[in-house]
C-alpha cells in the first residue's frame, strides 16, 4: 500500500529543550496542537530516520496512547523502517534499552515523565534515547532543540489508528510496526544476570520470610508480577499495585518513604522481611526490611560489595569500576579502594555513567535519587537492583542463615564503617528565589571566604561548583552543584534539579562519616542533625525560597 505523505504548515513552540531526562511538561501543554506533532519531528528530523530502527513505548500514563498515534504518523513520513511497540504501549524504561541493544536499534521514543504525578493535570514526557541504549547525549538533545526552534512543516502519513493491544506485525506503507510482549526480553536478561535458582532455594527453605513488591501502578507492575510470583513462584500476596493506571491511582510514583509509604505502612504492620517498590518508568528502585531502609547511597555500594562474590553476570564479565554521580554518598568510593577498582564521581545524569560502561570502565553505579545499575543497560534499573538484593540476600544466607536487610547493612558497616546520609528536597519552589541562593554560594565560593571558615562545629576544608572532566569523551560539565567539604569529611551539597515540569526543586544533601561502631545503629536524622543546622544556616534556605520544611526527607 502506497502512503500519501502530506505536509501540514506549524509554527515552533518556545521552551522545547529536551535535558538528559528528555521534555517534560504538563499534559495540557503537550495537547496544544501541533506541540507533541513538532516535537516527534524535531527527533525524527535530527536522527535522522530514514531507515531508522526505533523501540517506542511508555509507562502507561496519560496522553501515552495519542502520542503513539503521532509516532505512527510521523515515522511513516520520515522514512523509518521500522517500530517496535510494547504491547499497550507499554514498556519500561530499562526495557527499552535493553531492546534497543538486543535489537541494533538506531534508538528509541520513551512516553515517560518518570516518577513525575500522572494524569490529565499532571506531566507527560517525551525522551529519546541513542543505538547504546542509552539517554541521547548533549550534542543530540541540542541538535533536537536547534530543530524545533525553526521548524515550520510536519510531514505526516494519514492512517487509521493502530492498534497496541494486539501482538503481532502490522504495516503503514514503507513502515513496519511490531507489537511485542512488554515483558518477556527483560524477564530473559533477568535470569541470565541473576541466580534465580539460588534466590528460589532461599525462599524455599526460609518460607516465614515474605517480601512484598510494589509496583505503585506504574509500568513495573507486570514485570513485577512475571519475575516474583510467575518466575520465582511467590504468591500473589508478595506484589501490590501492579496495574499500570494512566493517573498512577492518583498517587505520586516516586519510590521513597514519602511517596511509598503504603508500602511502608504494609511491611511495618504486616511483619514483611523485604520491601521493594519502583517508579512509573521503572528505572528507580527502594529497598526496605524489618527496621531497616536502605538508602540508595548504601545500596549501590552493598551491590558493588558482593558483585563479583554472588551475581553469576559479574562472575562472568568481572567488575571493571564503580561510579557514582556527585551527590552520592562516598560509600562507594570506599569500597572501589579495598578492592583496588577504579571509582568515578560524576554530575547527576545517567550519560555520564554510560560514557564510562561504553569503554569498558565501569560496571555497577548508583544515584542517590534511588536510581542504581550497571553494564547490562545504558539505563538505571529498578527491578536489576531489587533482585540484586535477593539474590545477595540468598548468597549471605548459604553462610549465615536467618540474615535479613539489617543484617547486611550493619554486616558492611563493620567493614567500611558508616556514612550517614540524607537528602532534603523542597520541590516547586520559586525558581528566581532559588537562582539567587546559589548564586550567592558561588559568590562565597569564588571569594573563597567559605575556606577555613567555622560552621558550628565543622570547618570547610574546601568549597568548590562542581566541575567534571569526562575522562572518556573529554567534555567538560561545569555548574553541576555546590559542594561544602568539612576537614573532617563530611560534605554538604546543593544544587537545583530540573526534573520537574515546574517551579524548581532545590535538593540539599549532607554527608557525615563514622567508623564508631557504637554510632552503626544510630538514627541517621539524629547523627546528622548538627550538620542540617549548619546547611540551612549557610544557604539562608528559608530566607530565599520561604520553605520552612522539605516536602520530602530522604
Not at 506531566?123 to 547525549?137: E, L, Q, V
Not at 504486616?270 to 518508568?281: C, H, L, P
Request: proline content about 4%.
Amino acid at each position: 500500500m502506497v502512503s500519501i505523505i502530506q505536509t501540514v504548515a506549524t509554527k515552533p513552540f518556545e521552551g522545547q529543550k529536551p535535558g538528559t531526562s528528555g521534555l517534560r511538561k504538563k499534559v495540557k501543554i503537550f495537547q496544544q496542537p501541533n506541540y507533541t506533532e513538532n516535537f516527534i519531528q524535531a527527533i525524527l528530523n535530527a536522527i535522522p530516520a530514514q531507515g531508522a530502527t526505533l523501540v517506542v513505548g511508555g509507562d502507561g500514563r496519560y496522553y501515552l496512547d495519542e502520542t503513539l498515534q503521532v509516532i505512527v504518523k510521523l515515522s511513516a513520513a520520515a522514512g523509518v523502517s521500522k517500530l517496535v511497540v510494547g504491547q499497550n504501549g507499554i514498556l519500561s524504561t530499562p526495557a527499552v534499552s535493553n531492546l534497543i541493544r538486543k535489537l541494533n536499534a538506531t534508538g528509541g521514543i520513551l512516553l515517560t515523565a518518570s516518577h513525575n504525578p500522572g494524569g490529565p493535570e499532571n506531566d507527560f514526557g517525551i525522551k529519546y534515547n541513542i543505538s547504546n541504549g542509552g539517554p541521547a547525549p548533549e550534542n543530540v538533545t541540542d541538535k533536537i532543540y536547534e530543530i524545533s526552534k525553526t521548524i515550520t512543516e510536519l510531514k505526516m502519513v494519514d492512517t487509521p489508528k493502530i492498534d497496541f493491544s494486539v501482538l503481532g506485525k502490522q504495516n503503514v506503507g514503507e513502515l513496519d510496526i511490531e507489537v511485542i510482549d512488554s515483558v518477556h526480553d527483560y524477564v530473559e536478561l533477568m535470569k541470565n544476570i541473576f541466580d534465580f535458582d539460588s534466590i528460589k532455594s532461599f525462599f524455599a527453605t526460609n518460607p516465614d520470610f515474605k517480601m512484598l513488591f510494589d509496583g505503585m501502578n506504574g509500568v513495573t507492575g507486570p514485570y513485577g508480577q512475571r519475575l516474583f510470583v510467575q518466575e520465582l513462584g511467590l504468591p500473589e500476596s508478595s506484589v501490590m499495585r501492579c496495574v499500570p493506571l494512566s493517573d498512577f491511582g492518583g498517587a505520586h510514583p516516586d519510590p521513597n518513604l514519602t511517596y511509598a509509604h503504603d508500602l511502608v505502612e504494609r511491611v511495618n504492620k504486616e511483619g514483611y522481611d523485604f520491601g521493594a517498590a519502583s517508579d512509573g518508568d521503572g528505572d528507580r528502585n527502594m529497598v526496605i526490611g524489618k527496621d531497616a531502609f536502605v538508602t540508595p547511597s548504601d545500596s549501590v555500594a552493598i551491590i558493588a560489595h558482593y558483585a563479583k562474590e554472588a551475581i553469576p553476570y559479574f562472575q562472568k564479565t568481572g567488575v571493571k569500576g564503580l561510579a557514582r554521580s556527585m551527590p552520592t554518598s562516598q560509600a562507594l568510593d570506599l569500597v572501589a579502594k579495598k578492592q583496588g577498582l577504579e571509582y568515578f564521581e560524576v554530575p547527576t545524569g545517567w550519560k555520564f555513567f554510560g560514557n564510562l560502561m561504553d569503554a569498558g570502565r565501569c560496571s555497577v553505579c548508583g544515584e542517590e535519587s534511588f536510581g542504581t545499575g550497571s553494564d547490562h543497560i545504558r539505563e538505571k534499573d529498578g527491578l536489576w537492583a531489587i533482585i540484586a538484593w535477593l539474590n545477595i540476600l540468598a548468597y549471605v544466607n548459604k553462610k549465615n542463615p536467618g540474615s535479613g536487610v539489617k543484617d547486611i547493612l550493619q554486616s558492611h558497616y563493620q567493614i567500611y564503617g558508616r556514612n550517614f546520609f540524607s537528602r532534603y528536597d523542597y520541590e516547586e519552589v520559586d525558581g528566581k528565589g532559588a537562582d539567587e541562593m546559589v548564586q550567592r554560594l558561588r559568590t562565597m565560593i569564588e571569594t573563597k571566604e567559605l575556606e577555613g571558615k567555622q560552621l558550628g562545629s565543622f570547618t570547610v576544608a574546601t568549597a568548590d561548583d562542581f566541575t567534571y572532566n569526562d575522562p572518556i569523551d573529554g567534555s567538560v560539565s561545569k555548574k553541576q552543584g555546590i559542594r561544602i567539604i568539612f576537614q573532617d569529611g563530611s560534605r554538604l551539597v546543593i544544587r537545583l534539579s530540573g526534573t520537574g515540569s515546574s517551579g524548581a526543586t532545590v535538593r540539599l544533601y549532607v554527608e557525615k562519616y563514622s567508623n564508631n561502631a557504637s554510632e552503626y545503629t544510630a538514627d541517621t536524622q539524629k547523627a546528622l542533625q548538627s550538620l542540617i543546622d549548619v546547611a540551612l544556616d549557610l544557604s539562608q534556605l528559608k530566607k530565599f525560597t520561604g520553605r520552612t520544611e522539605p516536602t520530602v526527607i530522604t
